[in-house]
C-alpha cells in the first residue's frame, strides 16, 4: 500500500489541513545547544496525535533503533549508516576500535604538526560531503582564531584550484585528497594539479605533503601516499554525513583539535536527544514532521534557509546537498511510489541580504515557501546596536510571513496617505499580505563548536525521519551515480573520438563530435 492510501496517512494529512496555522500557541522546544521555536507551523491536538500513528505505521522506532544500532539503515546498498558512531564519545562495540583509533590519529597528526610548527596553509581537495562540511566549520569558526589558513578547491573546473593555490606557498602548504573512493574525478584531477605545482615550485618530495582520507587505502598507497598520511573512512559513512570522521582533518589543523572534539560533542549530545526525548520534545523529529506538513500536505516545494549570522554562509549549500541528495527520490522499500511529493528544493542566503533578494516572492507570491530562520543570542563581535538589528530583522520578517496584512489593514494605511478613496483601494491591493506561513526559527545561544555541531545533527536527524515517514532511503544517492557513468563514457569518447562507446541524444552527440575536433585541431 502506498503512503497515500494509507489511513495513518490520510488522518495525518486531514489533521493537517484543519490545524492551526496562525501561531496561536507558544511552542518551544529545547534542545542541547539550541532552542527551537515551532509556533509558526502548523499545530493541533488532533495533528500530534495522528503523528503518533503515522509514524507507528512507518516503523519509524525501529528505523530509528537500526540507525543507532548499525543495521542496513541505507538498505537499497545494504550497509548501516553510522555516523553517529563518528561522535560518540563511546563508539559501539562492533566499530569502537577502529573509530577511536582514527580519531586518535587525526588528533595525533596535529599535535605534531603544531609541535613543528609545520604547514601554515592547507589546501584542501574534496566535493560534495568532503568538501562542504569543512568548508562550513572553518568559514563558521574562525572568528575565534585560526592556526592555519585552509583553501578549499571542490570543482573540476580548474580555476577553483587555481585560484586556492595563488594564495598559498607551496613549500608551506599540506594537500589533503578528501575521496571516498578515491575514484572520484573532482578531488583527483585537482590533486595532479596540486602535485605538479609543489613539482614546479622545486618541493623535492611532493607527496610528503599529500594526506589522503578515504575508505580507499590501496588506492591512496598506489598513489604513493604514505600509509602514516592516510586517514580512513568506512563504506558505512555516507559522504554529506562525513564531517565527523577523518574529512574533519583541516576543521582540527585549522582550529585546533579541542575545537573539533567540541564540534563532535555537540553533535553527540544532539544524537542522545533524537534517539530518547519524546516525540512532543524531540526537535529534530518535531521539525521533521512540521515539513513533512510543509511538503506533502501544504504542496510547498521548497524550503527556505536563511541563517542571520554571516558566519553560517555555507549552511545553505551544505543543506542543500544534505536534503536533496537523501530526500530527492519517490521509490519506497518495494520500489512503489510514495504517492505524495517528497523532498523540497533548498536554497537561501543570510539574512539582512536575503531580505533585500527574495523576500518579496516570500511575502506575497501566490506559491510562497517555508523558512527556517536561524539566529545567535549573543554575537561575538563588539557592535551590541547591530546585532540587535540584526534580531529585530529576523524577528520582523517571521512574524510578517506569519501575521500577514488583510486588505483592511491595508485600506486603512493607504487612506491615511492618499485623498482619492479609489486610489487608496488600488495601492491597498498591492499590500495585502496572505500570512499564514509557515517557518522555524532555530536559536543558538551564540556560535560555537558544540553549538555548531548540534545545530548540522539537528538537519541530519530530521532528513532522517523524514525518509523514514515517506518510506524512501535518505542514505543512497543513484541519481549521482548516474551522472558519474554517463560523464565517464562521454570522457572516454573525447580520449578516443573515433570510438562511440555509447549511444547519445543528438545534442549531446553534436558537442562531444564539436569538441573532440576542436582538440584535434
Known sequence: MSLLNSPAWNRFATAARNADRRGEQLRLINAPGLRLDLTAQAHSPALQEAAVALLEQQGFEAARAQLFDGGDANWTEQRPAWHTALRAPQPPAQVAAAVLAERERVRQFVREADAATRYRCVLHLGIGGSDWGPRLVNRALRYGGIHREVHFASNVDSHSVADAMVRLDPHETLVIVASKSFTTTEPLANAEVAMNWLRDAGVADPIKQVVAVTANVEAALNLGISPDHIFQIWDWVGGRYSLWSAIGLPVALALGNDTFDQLLAGAAAMDEHFHHAPLAENAPLQLALAGVVNRSVLGFDSLVITPYDSRLFHVVPWAQQLEMESLGKVATADGSPTGVPTGPAVWGMPGTDCQHTFFQWLHQDAAGAPVDFILCEQPDHAYARHHELLIANCLAQRAALLRGKSFEEA???????????????????????????????????????????????????????????????????????????????????????????APQDPSTRFWIDAIARRHQD
Open 411 to 501: 485600506l486603512a494605511e493607504t487612506s491615511q496617505v492618499e485623498a482619492d478613496p479609489a486610489r487608496a483601494r488600488l495601492l491597498a491591493q498591492h499590500k495585502v499580505h496572505p500570512g499564514g506561513r509557515p517557518s522555524s526559527l532555530i536559536v543558538l545561544p551564540h556560535l560555537e563548536a558544540y553549538t555548531l555541531g548540534a545545530l548540522l545533527a539537528l538537519y541530519e536527524h530530521k532528513v532522517f525521519a523524514q525518509g523514514v515517514i515517506w518510506g524512501i532511503n535518505p542514505f543512497d544517492q543513484w541519481g549521482v551515480e548516474f551522472g558519474k557513468a554517463l560523464a565517464k563514457n562521454i570522457i572516454r569518447e573525447l580520449d578516443a573520438p573515433s570510438q562511440q562507446v
